[in-house]
Nanobody, 124 residues
Framework: QVQLVESGGGLVQAGGSLRLSCAASGRTFSSYAMGWFRQAPGKERELVAAVNWSGGITYYVDSVKGRFTISRDNAKKTVYLQMNSLSPEDTAVYYC?????????????????WGQGTQVTVSS
């Protein structure tokens, strides 16, 4: 069992930065690939970034490449999402999720555990 708690969301102006954190409980955090999803009002939840168990392999959706960076610290049982050059289009609730395997997946159905979400609002 893994419990996930996100933090770091908030209100930021366009062009600004935020760093999201997701703290996990449980002894098997390092066994799971992790992902950050987001869901904007009226839109489907989408995978923003993912990282495999070791942190050595990452994935980014095209819209955030070059702006967002996912990383993890297995000793601290925490995964991060550094978000730079934010735009109003990045406004959404951001969720972290743990996959049921050590390699990341693109689809949300492959993620077993979810956090409660943290709101990110980017003003123009």
């Amino acid at each position: 069992q893994v419990q996930l708690v996100e933090s770091g969301g908030g209100l930021v102006q366009a062009g600004g930065s935020l760093r999201l954190s997701c703290a996990a409980s449980g002894r098997t955090f390092s066994s799971y690939a992790m992902g950050w999803f987001r869901q904007a009002p009226g839109k489907e939840r989408e995978l923003v970034a993912a990282v495999n168990w070791s942190g050595g392999i990452t994935y980014y959706v095209d819209s955030v490449k070059g702006r967002f960076t996912i990383s993890r610290d297995n000793a601290k049982k925490t995964v991060y999402l550094q978000m730079n050059s934010l735009s109003p289009e990045d406004t959404a609730v951001y969720y972290c999720a743990a996959a049921g395997s050590s390699h990341y997946h693109i689809t949300s159905a492959e993620y077993r555990y979810w956090g409660q979400g943290t709101q990110v609002t980017v003003s123009s």
